[in-house]
């Protein structure tokens, strides 16, 4: 392998020798590097570039690798690499051949024209915690990969729509139009397409397929015995890829039949990848190569041809990859397999790279409280400790999070013993218990760095738990009764693993006080964790239907009111076919049970397939089905229960989208469609100007942060109800800070409506966290049993609600006449030092959060005591 070195000028113009092969700069600064012939030349010939880069913080800091021809104008028409750095050495590796954009999102379809190079630079993404050290850079090496060479007589075909130099030499690449003929030994005799993918994965000669209803690839061979490897699989973007049926051909003779025919077949597929992972384990081997299972066998050739056949329903047959060899290399064949195999790691690593943080726990038996916010990971502190306060109201939320430090492979077995406060007594059987499932989870949004960490709640039997193969394990405990009578209730709880015991004592002051409900309404996007799906059962949509009213329940346990989407209501036409009606009895029933007054839909069926026609009957014409649907809505509406329906159809148009005019008409045909309906959106006030012209059709309008108080008065002018959303998207959010003393925030400045991401934002296989384009961000995960799962951000938000209700009880009570002056003015002191500073914009508020979480977590409880 040879290297090229880069000689790096910073800004200032102080070069860096080849010699010395380094090269220090500051956070928030841009360091251009030098462009010579030889590194010029070297890049236009090269598709890797590798690097190391230090950071010098304890922080995680966002770093960029930007290169830009002559025809890059913007950031859609750059190669970007963007990174999460984790404190430390960080060895990098990226992929010169990689389209313009980003990762998994490209507007331009190109790569980068290294002839005509202009400019490359690096820069480290402020973040409110700029340090005074600098970041190094060293080992900056450009290169091409050992080419790896099949055995003669061995034939590989790459399914999908690579450009030319996206694969190695090998592989030959077989498009929906690469038809069979004179010219085309290898190709389609017949192909009907359902859809062409690209998955975004690495290796890339498995991240395209094309997926088909049926074909028949024709490959021509001489006469002779042969074996074949195949992987007719995907592992999907946006969707989950799953079938009812599938079949594979050759020849004629039927070589597999693949059928799913229920839910549980379905659900048996969807959640393979939930096992938990142990620390050794790695995601190429645990997810990847599970996914892409290939299938393999043997076929004789007694003329010149081999006819391979597929078909399928959506989904089902995804042409991916297959090699073909005479049965008498067998043996150099796999071997050339395990070392293509060994590539594949490798790319898989480049592409998504992982971040070991050294665990410091001594060595061991040991039990700690993990503090509300943390990210639980391997080198999560785990302070022992004998003892823990928990403070809360009648109708309170008690909750608690443990870390146990023994034997990666001994049970865990815990004993609750009786909390006790005069007569009064919280059993053993009131408390539930769950032990969180490590997850390897995406740092950043476009999965370019990965980690170990918790992520799922697990119920174990008895309360007894298998580490599988962790030092550390973390695990959930929560009170399930809806209200405890007021007093001081201690107790222990002993956790055991072998020889080893711990005691832990737990004492629960409960308050002679209720918490209010809140004036703002927060929650999440999505609801049911049911996914989408191209799948058919007739038991889908009952099962749906029931995940909706699970999610519903256990928003409505921590106090969370809104949400997006519903379930969709039945459509069934008459005898004669000219007229349908919307069955909305369970529909009804569920929005009954939502505490908001406004029901919001986004991403769901309903009302898209309405405004679609899809189901349309042909024998139903378009005026009448328009008549009849405006009908059929406007009885919909009466049956809400005096509710409004807002359909948030706008999705950030001034954005990456740039629909402000396409989105302006839509809005206007679904007012005329759907009477009676609420329109709105996401949005975002910074672009104001751009988007103003859309933004003022809307009823209800969500933004992504308000740069100041003055934005208030412009949306009351235009009658806007508004609220904020997705202010803690990202995967190492604070959720127990965003839904606590942030929420206590927003609703003290007259904000009414708060919207999270996300119930279940999972883009294709539960667990897997590494295969769309956006990191798996949930509340709620779906099983097997039917029982809805909860995640870490779930407790987080829980442990948030908690806070935020603590805080809201203090500010009524300032209003309140059993409280004195003295203890008035020390919550009226308290909730100053919270309310201190300007609050708009949300991101600044954010970055500078550390002080304040720190404030109430010391303070709050040792307050609510003191008064009540």
């Given amino acids: 392998m040879r290297y090229v070195i880069f000689s790096l000028i910073l800004l200032s113009g102080t070069a860096f020798s080849f010699s010395s092969n380094s090269i220090m700069f500051s956070e928030g600064s841009y360091r ?7 590194i010029r030349s070297k890049l236009e010939r090269s598709s890797r570039i590798s690097m190391d880069v230090f950071n010098p913080s304890k922080n995680n800091k966002i770093f960029y690798l930007v290169f830009e021809d002559e025809n890059s104008v913007d950031y859609w028409t750059k190669l970007n690499f963007k990174t999460t750095l984790v404190s430390g050495k960080n060895k990098l590796v990226f992929d010169l051949t990689r389209k313009l954009g980003e990762r998994g999102s490209h507007q331009v379809e190109r790569t980068l024209n290294f002839k005509k190079i202009k400019k490359a630079f690096v820069f480290i993404e402020p973040d409110g915690h700029v340090g005074k050290k600098q970041f190094e850079i060293s080992d900056i090496a450009i290169f091409n990969p050992p080419e790896l060479k099949p055995p003669e007589g061995m034939r590989m075909f790459s399914f999908g729509d690579y450009y030319k130099g996206e694969l190695p030499d090998f592989f030959t690449i077989i498009n929906d139009k690469t038809m069979y003929g004179k010219n085309k030994p290898n190709g389609f005799l017949e192909v009907d397409v359902w859809r062409s993918e690209d998955d975004q994965i690495e290796p890339k000669w498995v991240s395209k397929s094309i997926g088909v209803n049926k074909a028949v690839f024709r490959m021509t061979l001489p006469p002779g015995e042969y074996q074949y490897h195949l992987v007719w699989d995907r592992v999907g973007y946006w969707d989950v890829p799953f079938w009812g049926k599938r079949k594979f051909f050759i020849d004629g ?31 190429y081997e645990f997810y990847l190569k599970r996914i892409l299972s290939p299938l393999q066998g043997e076929f004789k050739v007694e003329s010149s041809f081999v006819d391979f056949k597929f078909t399928g329903d959506p989904s089902g047959a995804s042409l991916n990859m297959i090699m073909v060899w005479p049965k008498g290399i067998s043996s150099d064949a796999k071997k050339f397999l395990k070392a293509l195999d060994v590539e594949a790691k490798e790319r898989f690593e480049q592409k998504y790279r992982r971040v070991l943080r050294p665990d410091t726990s001594k060595d061991g038996f040991s039990v700690g409280v993990v503090h509300t916010g943390e990210n639980l990971r391997p080198n999560t502190s785990c302070k022992p400790k004998s003892s823990n306060r928990l403070v809360t109201a009648k109708n309170g939320n008690v909750a608690l999070d443990i870390c146990v430090v023994g034997d990666q492979d001994k049970e865990v077995v815990f004993d609750f013993g009786t909390l006790k406060s005069g007569e009064n007594k919280i059993k053993p059987d009131d ?49 399930k009764r809806d209200s405890v009578p007021e007093g001081e209730y201690s107790g222990k709880l002993k956790i055991t693993q072998g020889e080893h015991s711990r005691a832990l004592s737990i004492k629960l002051h409960v308050l002679n006080k209720k918490y209010k409900d809140s004036v703002i309404n927060a929650g999440v996007i999505g609801l049911s964790p049911f996914p989408k799906t191209y799948f058919t059962a007739n038991q889908l949509q009952d099962v749906d239907y029931s995940y909706h009213l699970k999610a519903l329940e256990k928003l409505n346990e921590i106090g969370l009111k809104v949400f997006t989407d519903i379930p969709t209501p039945s459509i069934s036409y008459d005898k004669e076919f000219k007229k349908f009606t919307l069955a909305s009895k369970d529909v009804e029933k569920f929005i009954g049970r939502s505490s908001s007054r406004d029901v919001f839909l986004y991403d769901g069926k309903f009302p898209k397939n309405l405004l679609n026609g899809h189901f349309r009957n042909a024998s139903q014409d378009l005026d009448s089905f328009s008549i009849n649907l405006k009908q059929q809505f406007k009885k919909f509406l009466k049956r809400m229960d005096g ?27 679904i007012k005329s469609l759907l009477p009676g309906i609420k329109i709105g959106g996401f949005g975002n006030l910074y672009e104001w100007e751009k988007g103003k012209g859309l933004y003022q059709t809307w009823d209800f309008g969500l933004y992504s942060d308000i740069p100041s108080v003055k934005e208030f008065q412009k949306l009351d002018r235009h009658r806007q109800e508004f609220g904020l959303y997705n202010l803690c998207a990202g995967p190492d959010e604070d959720l ?96 100053g030092k919270i309310n201190d500073g300007p609050l708009f914009p949300i991101a600044r508020f954010k970055s500078s959060k550390g002080n304040l979480k720190r404030f109430v977590d010391e303070n709050l409880d040792d307050l609510m005591l003191e008064l009540y």
């Fill in 32 to 38: 251009s590097l030098p462009l010579s012939k030889e």
């Fill in 253 to 283: 003779f039927p070589e597999t039949i693949e059928t799913r025919t229920n839910v549980s077949d379905f659900m048996r597929d969807y959640l393979s990848l939930t096992k938990e992972p142990t620390a050794k384990d790695h995601p």
């Fill in 431 to 479: 408390w539930e218990l769950a032990k969180y499932k490590y997850r390897f989870k995406a740092l950043d949004l476009n999965h370019e760095t990965y980690e170990l960490r918790v992520e799922d709640l697990e119920y174990g039997k008895d309360n007894r738990f298998l580490p599988n193969g962790h030092r550390k394990s973390f695990f959930h405990i929560r009170l």
């Fill in 643 to 669: 509710k409004s329906l807002v359909y948030l159809y706008s999705d950030e148009a001034t954005g990456y989208r740039n629909a402000v005019e396409e989105d302006t008409k839509l809005g206007r045909r």
């Fill in 736 to 831: 127990s800070f965003c839904f606590g003393t942030m929420l206590y925030r927003l609703q003290k400045n007259g904000i009414k409506h708060y919207f999270e991401w996300h119930a279940s934002a999972i883009h294709n296989y539960p667990g897997y966290d590494l295969d769309g384009r956006e990191s798996d961000i949930a509340f709620f995960y779906p099983s097997n049993s039917g029982k809805i799962v909860m995640t870490r951000r779930y407790v987080q938000a829980l442990m948030g609600m908690e806070k935020f209700n603590k805080l809201n009880l203090l500010e009524n009570s300032l209003a309140s006449s059993t409280l004195g002056s003295k203890e008035k003015n020390k919550i009226s002191k308290f909730l």
